[in-house]
């Protein structure tokens, strides 16, 4: 075992000790009426991501922490691996409320309550139940939360993973949405072992008859299964910065902060996340973001690799209006145009499915020699509503040459598996990118 992996053991045993041992029966609200802010830590850990994110949640632990009798409430919802990568024991998805208690100041962590062993954490049932647990035990003037596992944007369940079992008809999507349906085979995604970890809406690992199966939740599904209304929320994941994945949010969260591209397995800075959203008056999700390209843009070689945005979904009316009048009048070169020369937001070749919103329309423009009004006019509507982005020059050595803060499927490099599939999201509904 290298000293890097025992490092992060240690820390990972040392944390499961603090937060499941001194789990307890939660005293009653000092006080009655709402509550000012609540912040929701959404865990979705059962997969290979399970020790990083324990590290951030021991990370969190060293930054501010509530006062149990203050009016801001901090909450974790999550599963963790009893051991590393060890699919094979299920384990209870649990809530917890994390605060300072007694003479002392101690954090003490309050377990509120638990799920069946085997319950998964990335189905939108699960999602509910325990974000409605959330609203009726914490009335609050204020909701925001941060989902933390593997994403992938807009695409279907198990796409991601293994795209060939679906274009070659081996795996299917029964009606509009699975989302809590049948189980996709599992696919450890093969990566350049010299490139750090990255983060893949959540993502939980299912054993069956000595086979993996992956559970996730396809972001319409995702969306409708909030059941508060929130001032924010944050993806601690990869490639959920697109304008799909925005629009399918518009009537759920006033803000969305996202990546456009993979996010390394470190994530978030977690011991700045709890002041920002909780202390600081207001709350500054933003600075969450501004905080996290920071620290990538830090580092050097292929760790400086990191694209954010955070997006007002108040504004997307004229964004909206505008893509659905220019995806009309040039309808037919989205799908014939050179997906070479429009700026990527993948390394991987094989998973080309996230492109930058304004370069596509830009080279489509320049490619038939349109109107450059109507680009004036598509990056006035996205600087609407991207209040802040930021990306370093390279992503894992791709060139990041063009950032408007929000990806999109392009459809001359898709397929018709996922152009049908794309018709069904509400963002193509509204806007008729794919007919």
């Not at 208690?101 to 069946?116: A, C, Q, S």
């Not at 807009?154 to 060939?164: A, D, K, V």
Request: aromatic share 12%; glycine share 6%; with cysteine.
């Amino acid at each position: 075992m290298t000293n890097l992996w025992k490092r992060i053991w240690l820390r990972a045993s040392l944390l499961a000790t603090v937060m499941f041992a001194v789990g307890c029966r939660p005293e009653d609200k000092p006080h009655s009426g709402d509550y000012d802010r609540v912040l929701v830590l959404y865990a979705s850990a059962f997969n290979s991501l399970n020790n990083y994110i324990k590290s951030d949640i021991e990370e969190l632990q060293t930054g501010y922490i509530p006062s149990y009798k203050s009016e801001e409430v901090l909450l974790v919802a999550s599963k963790f691996c009893s051991r590393y990568n060890d699919y094979g024991e299920q384990t209870e998805p649990s809530l917890v409320r994390i605060s300072r208690k007694g003479r002392k100041n101690e954090i003490v962590v309050d377990t509120l309550m638990k799920l069946p062993a085997g319950t998964v954490m990335a189905d939108v049932q699960t999602l509910r139940k325990m974000l409605e647990y959330v609203g009726d035990e914490f009335p609050s003037k204020s909701y925001g939360m941060i989902f933390s596992s593997h994403a992938t944007g807009w695409l279907p369940e198990g796409y991601f993973s293994n795209p060939s079992a679906f274009e070659n008809g081996n795996a299917s999507v029964s009606g509009r949405r699975r989302n809590g349906g049948e189980l996709t085979p599992y696919y450890e995604v093969e990566r350049d072992p010299s490139l750090p970890a990255v983060r893949t809406v959540g993502q939980e690992v299912v054993l069956k008859n000595g086979k993996k199966y992956t559970r996730e939740m396809e972001i319409d599904g995702f969306a409708a299964a909030i059941p508060m209304h929130l001032d924010y929320l944050l993806f601690d994941a990869c490639l959920m910065g697109g304008v799909e994945v925005a629009y399918a949010l518009r009537n759920t969260a006033d803000y969305v902060g996202f990546s456009q591209a993979e996010v390394l397995a470190d994530g978030f800075d977690y011991s700045t996340v709890v002041s920002r959203l909780l202390l600081e008056s207001p709350a500054a999700p933003q600075k969450v973001c501004e905080d996290f390209f920071d620290t990538y843009d830090r580092k050097s070689g292929q760790e400086r690799s990191a694209t954010i945005s955070f997006v007002d979904c108040r504004k997307l009316g004229n964004l909206t209006a505008v893509c659905q009048e220019l995806f009309d009048k040039y309808s037919p070169w989205f799908m014939i145009m050179d997906p070479t020369k429009v700026q990527e937001y993948f390394y991987d070749s094989s998973k080309h499915w996230h492109y930058d919103l304004y370069d596509i329309v830009a080279k489509v423009i320049a490619q038939v020699g349109g109107d450059e009004e109507d680009l004036v006019a598509l990056k006035q509507a996205i600087d609407e509503c991207v209040v802040y982005k930021a990306a370093t020059p390279n992503f894992f050595g791709v060139p990041i040459n063009c950032h408007s803060g929000l990806s999109m499927y392009l459809p001359a490099n898709g397929s018709q598996y996922l152009n049908n599939y794309y018709k069904t999201l509400s963002w193509n509904e509204a806007t008729g990118l794919v007919e």
